[in-house]
């Protein structure tokens, strides 16, 4: 297992030693120089960069873009992932020509067949005959205990991605715990509700008591359309047992603490606990039968299943299995299942426009295929080389910010000593993960979408089972490679941003060392800042969630975070609103951690040439202007408001960082009376 990740330099780097010939060089520098004269050509000269550098960094692109119709907004992160969609579709299509069997026809059958809708008419409900039956055949309790287990699945992750929630009555995870652990830890979580969350039952507002009233109904016509007779009563029945168990749920507010990690319950606190399950049948018919303990993260609703499982008639646990494997599969059965489940869906969401099958079939092959269509997007999009540079540029600045860390006045030396440790062992994926998984043992038929969505859900299944008290691998990939994102796993100590995310604005592979590191640079170590800030500072190294700063650390951390807390509070995007400078104060000191991390590579990146004040300049305006077109957005006046009840202020008050760094006054001439400038002694420093 790979325990430490040392990055690769990039070719430019290895070259930066080296004695070019002078043609090589000057044909090199001529190419640097038609990169910065592009850059430089896209601002708006007639905004000063001392009063809004946001506007001139932007101004062409201002200018040239529209929001598109039915967005409230649309930015960089909104241009990736539009061409990430239609670079995945064209991968999609291609697929369908590979060999037979391979993992990218895999894929393509996945999506063929679930856009096969002549197909899925005829077969009918037939391919769900197997559980319609398994379902009928229940005659008691102990056959009911059975089939709830066979039936649960690996669909939540508390830790990771939030999701708290299975789509069956008990969801499984099998990732690191919180304590410290070598060696993955089962988790079982709540599930079993087919509206997104309690409250959607319990709630007395009148929209979820029309939701409640629109949901029955559902329900009763999903069993009509089966063939099932007295389908209103039984969606009544069904309705009921749903709402007893939504009554057993944690909140969402409760389900998002961490320290529901410490609930760890071995078997016979299942007994003692939550009475009126067999859970020796139920963890053996679960495949989890060796299985000496597990982390309960919601308590409240195994005991409430176990006692509903007691209490409730057979018949209408039936029925409440019956409709939720019409409902699973509705997307899939013929066009009469899958109208009725997007029309609720709809107007659960609040956006009658339904999504094409088209969409449909897309999102549901980037979910069930994800690893395999990654890899194809890798292959396609993002090279080696692309790879090996992002790589150098991540040593660079993690360097960069650990000499930071080294010289921060407001860290007592034992809390140093915790963060520097902790970013000399942070692992950072880039692109794609280390290892490919085998999807040899995956049957995908072009002719049975339901058998697809079964087989996938039964692999990921095993996969967790077979992975629970396995050594934990801090390499392992949470985030498919052609999702345009990152993410930070602090019970790992890991950070890993996809391929996709890789693109212009934030990522060009043929733009100079300047811009890359204001672009993608910043975006590094805004995240790596996270690992060793107040959000890092709730893990150690070991990935504990144990407090490691002392409590003069926190005073005089915020002692120095408050002017730019006022800084932020100052901005008023409307005459009757302002940025909540406190609300998003970790982020916005992020922001100024990473940029200055980003800045300080990118200075050393100049190796001798930094004696030279006029290509300083230059390189210095190309790094800003590079910032600030990597958070690049238009943003309407409804999403704006939304974005200032957030934790991150809107992206052009985030460029507005840049204030805070004397570089910046030099590259632009920024000069006291413009609207960005600070007093040399009120530009922040935290970092």
């Known amino acids: 297992m790979k325990q430490n990740y040392t990055p690769r330099l990039a070719p430019t780097l290895l070259l930066a030693g080296l004695s070019l010939c002078p043609r090589i060089a000057a044909r090199a520098q001529a190419a640097d120089d038609r990169k910065r004269s592009s850059l430089e050509s896209t601002v708006d000269a007639s905004v000063k960069p001392g009063d809004d550098f946001f506007a001139y960094a932007n101004g062409s692109w201002l200018k040239a873009t529209a929001i598109p119709a039915g967005k409230e907004r649309w930015g960089a992160r909104d241009e990736i992932s539009e061409r990430t969609r239609q670079r995945v579709a064209k991968l999609l299509d291609d697929a369908s020509a590979a060999p037979p069997g391979s993992p990218a026809r895999k894929v393509a059958d996945f999506r063929g067949a679930y856009l096969n809708e002549v197909g899925i008419e005829a077969m009918g409900l037939a391919p769900l005959k197997p559980m319609l039956d398994a379902i009928e055949r229940i005659q008691d309790k102990a056959a009911l ?61 009148p929209r979820t008591q029309t939701l409640r009233t629109r949901y029955q109904e559902y329900v009763g016509h999903m069993l009509s359309l089966a063939g099932f007779d007295r389908a209103d009563q039984r969606a009544e029945a069904v309705m009921a047992l749903e709402t007893a168990i939504a009554r057993s749920h944690a909140t969402a507010a409760a389900s998002a603490n961490d320290h529901n990690a410490d609930n760890l319950w071995a078997r016979a606190d299942f007994v003692r606990a939550a009475p009126g399950v067999d859970w020796s049948a139920f963890f053996d018919a679960a495949g989890l039968g060796k299985q000496e303990s597990f982390v309960v993260w919601q308590p409240s609703a195994v005991k409430g299943v176990a006692a509903l499982v007691a209490s409730q008639p057979v018949e209408t646990w039936k029925d409440y299995l019956r409709f939720h494997t019409l409902d699973q599969n509705a997307d899939v059965l013929p066009r009469a299942f899958a109208d009725q489940a997007l029309a609720l869906r709809a107007f659960s969401s609040g956006q009658p426009q339904l999504s094409t099958r088209a969409q449909r079939a897309l999102d549901a092959t980037q979910s069930a295929m994800s690893e395999p269509l990654g890899k194809m997007y890798a292959d396609r999009y993002f090279t080696a080389e692309q790879k090996t540079r992002v790589q150098s540029i991540v040593a660079s600045v993690s360097t960069a910010f650990v000499r930071r860390v080294e010289a921060a006045t407001w860290m007592s030396p034992a809390t140093k000593a915790t963060a520097l440790a902790k970013l000399k062992a942070l692992y950072v994926g880039v692109g794609y993960p280390e290892q490919w998984e085998d999807y040899s043992d995956l049957v995908v038929d072009p002719g049975d979408p339901i058998g697809n969505l079964r087989r996938v859900a039964d692999r990921n299944y095993r996969r967790a089972v077979a992975r629970i008290g396995q050594p934990i691998d801090r390499t392992e990939w949470l985030m498919a490679p052609q999702s345009p994102g990152a993410i930070l796993v602090f019970e790992q100590n890991a950070y890993d941003f996809a391929a996709a995310l890789l693109q212009p604005p934030k990522f060009d592979e043929t733009a100079s060392d300047a811009a890359t590191y204001g672009a993608i640079g910043a975006i590094i170590g805004h995240d790596v800042t996270h690992f060793v800030d107040v959000l890092g500072a709730q893990y150690d190294i070991e990935g504990r969630l144990r407090p490691w700063w002392t409590a003069e650390d926190s005073v005089r951390f915020q002692t120095m975070a408050e002017p730019l807390v006022n800084q932020f509070s100052a901005y008023r995007p409307f005459p009757d609103s302002s940025i909540n400078g406190k609300l998003t104060e970790t982020e916005n000191i992020a922001d100024l951690g990473g940029l200055a991390a980003a800045f300080d590579a990118y200075r050393r990146s100049l190796g001798s040439r930094i004696k030279d004040k006029s290509y300083v300049r230059q390189h210095d305006r190309e790094f800003f202007i590079a910032f600030a077109q990597s958070w690049r957005a238009k943003i ?52």
């Open 145 to 205: 205990t059975r089939l709830l287990a066979s039936e649960m699945r690996a669909d939540v992750d508390p830790l990771n991605f939030g999701v708290y929630n299975s789509s069956n009555l008990l969801g499984l995870s099998v990732v690191r715990s919180t304590h410290g652990e070598k060696n993955y830890v089962a988790f079982l979580l709540q599930g079993g509700l087919g509206l997104p969350d309690r409250e959607e039952y319990l709630s007395d507002e």
């Open 636 to 687: 309407g006046e409804g999403a704006m408001r939304k974005q200032l009840a957030s934790d991150h202020a809107p992206e052009n008050y985030r460029v507005a960082t840049v204030r805070n760094f004397d570089a910046w006054y030099d590259a632009f001439d920024v000069v006291k009376g413009q609207r960005l400038y600070l007093e040399p002694k009120a530009r922040v420093r935290v970092w």
